[in-house]
């Protein structure tokens, strides 16, 4: 096995020999360590160890807090060339779009390389080969999307990493904002057409798990450039239900996918914050109080003016605080006179506020 070219180079970033054993990430350097004491003299290539690093991240997502930044600061010392940084890229894609699973820590691994890999030629930095990759997968969207299945389910797999692409690539502008690619948008909405101009049960599934992952961020991205975008696709999944010749499990899934929208993708937007909240400002604040009845029957919460005042009086009638010694003892000398005064029967005019109260709050329920 050939000795990596990086042995040539005259500075590295890190301060780690490249042909040392802890120039690798120490949770599979195990067999490097080994050669290493061994006096053996393959060790891997960029290829090689890059490729271990990927299948370690599938195999333990967990530890990728950990070991990235270790990773980075290799490759900062490994990839010098134009060559090494097209090589980086397309282990990553080819791993995001091969491996189930995979595309989300991919996406995460190309939004940290973006920011922490500093070898930048002219022909483009590690976002921007990133993205020039993406395109060439692009550009055959629609022959992909109506290609045989083997061709489907791989463009599938790049529609979904495209997807986790825009939710996790940061773009940092030249004032320190971070926003979102607005290319991998628009890449986003035509990928949407081609999957749904060929309303095959495949294309529809991908696209359903498509508007899963990102509809919500689509929809506010499009609303603040006054784009009705949206209101387009789920146009477009309806004529997909009543024309389309797809299967029926397909079409409960987009059907199930319009009433998500519809809910504003199960998003529950809260009024203020819990430390905000004051009965002025926020409608809901008194929605979880209870409700207390006066002598009459009348109900009664937090939110009522006079509440106070009917509180106290229900406190006086009830008698719900009788004087205790601090061993539990009545001091009153008799028994409970809340618990001896108790009737089996209800007042009739609380018992029709009561039933009042249950047929309200069993119509609330239904709505």
Request: charged fraction near 25%; aromatic fraction near 10%.
């Amino acid at each position: 096995m050939a000795k990596p070219q990086v042995v040539a180079a005259p500075v590295l970033m890190s301060k780690l020999s490249v042909n040392a054993p802890e120039f690798y990430p120490s949770s599979y350097s195990s067999n490097y360590t080994e050669s290493y004491e061994d006096g053996c003299e393959d060790y891997p290539t960029l290829s090689e160890y890059v490729q271990d690093f990927l299948n370690h991240l599938t195999e333990q997502p967990g530890s990728f807090e950990t070991e990235i930044e270790q990773f980075a600061e290799t490759l900062n010392g490994w990839v010098t060339t134009d060559d090494a940084l097209q090589e980086l890229v397309e282990l990553i894609y080819q791993q995001a779009t091969s491996i189930p699973n995979f595309s989300y820590m991919g996406a995460r691994l190309c939004n940290y390389l973006s920011h922490h890999l500093t070898i930048s030629p002219q022909s483009g930095n590690f976002r921007q080969l990133l993205l020039q990759r993406c395109r060439t997968e692009y550009e055959v969207k629609d022959q992909a999307a109506k290609g045989d299945e083997v061709t489907r389910k791989r463009f599938h797999a790049f529609v979904l990493f495209l997807g986790e692409l825009y939710l996790n690539l940061e773009i940092k502008g030249t004032n320190g904002q971070v926003t979102r690619a607005d290319i991998l948008q628009v890449g986003l909405r035509e990928l949407l057409n081609a999957l749904f101009s060929n309303p095959m049960d495949d294309n529809l599934i991908c696209a359903v798990k498509l508007l899963k992952l990102t509809g919500s961020v689509l929809e506010d991205a499009w609303k603040e450039k006054g784009k009705t975008d949206m209101e387009e696709v789920i146009q477009r999944i309806e004529n997909v239900v009543l024309d389309a010749n797809c299967s029926r499990d397909v079409k409960q899934m987009l059907l199930k996918l319009v009433e998500l929208r519809s809910s504003n993708w199960g998003r529950v937007h809260a009024t203020s914050t819990y430390r905000e909240a004051t009965p002025e400002n926020d409608p809901n604040y008194f929605m979880n109080e209870p409700t207390f009845y006066t002598s009459d029957g009348v109900p009664f919460t937090a939110a009522d003016p006079d509440y106070q005042e009917k509180y106290q009086e229900l406190l006086e009638r009830e008698d719900f605080f009788p004087d205790y010694e601090e061993n539990g003892t009545d001091l009153s000398g008799g028994g409970d006179p809340y618990l001896d005064d108790i009737d089996d029967e209800m007042d009739p005019e609380i018992e029709e506020a009561y039933e009042k109260f249950c047929l309200e709050s069993e119509r609330k329920r239904k709505q």
